[in-house]
């Protein structure tokens, strides 16, 4: 009986591992090619997932480099540079902290990042399609201000202005919450904050949002 439940087990940790090791990272619509010398996509303890920062920023069109004084991967797009320090759970945005769940860390001799929280910083969409096993992401061109005030409905809701809200790319409405029943047929789900939310998804779901 103890041989058959630490069979199980390690069963159970061969797939997670194999799962981890499969996921997928698409930048407008492109997936990035990752190997044994950029390195492969993890989660993290918390959950997080880590990608190779090179690779990945490289195929979003940020310029790449390593300042070795403060031990801090950079990538620079559009007049946005985005700080990410190794071992800290903070990433910087044009010299402005912004505090993460998850830091970034060198394994391996490679560089990674948490992915949802860099791309972010630089104004794009996250999401997760489970069909695909991918974390999809997807730019945005919207002005900020200017969506800010569009949205600015959303803060009559009882939600602080860190509240991850969850839509999908042809939905009209936003959600609160991921298990959102209207939301269980959708493969693609993406994930950010009311100032990201444009206008072809403000529509409060009147199932979830208060």
Sequence with gaps: MKKTII??????????ISYANNIKIIVDNNEVVFSDESGIPFIDENGRTQV??????????AVVSWDAERNMALATKDGIEIGVPIG????YKNGSEIVVDSGALIKEGRTYLPI???MEAFGCEVGWDQGLSAVSIHST?????TNTHENSHIGHH???A???FYWTPNGKSYHSTSECTTLSRSTTIIEGTSDMI???????CDKCVN
């Design 198 to 204: 444009d206008s072809s998804h403000d529509d409060p």
């Design 158 to 160: 009882n939600y602080d």
């Design 141 to 145: 061109k919207h002005d900020t201000v």
């Design 116 to 118: 949802r929280a860099v």
């Design 52 to 61: 190779p920062f090179r690779a990945t920023l490289e195929e979003y069109g």
């Design 7 to 16: 069979l199980f087990i390690a069963l159970l940790l061969l797939c997670s």
């Design 88 to 91: 800290h759970k903070c990433i």
């Design 162 to 164: 860190n509240h991850v």
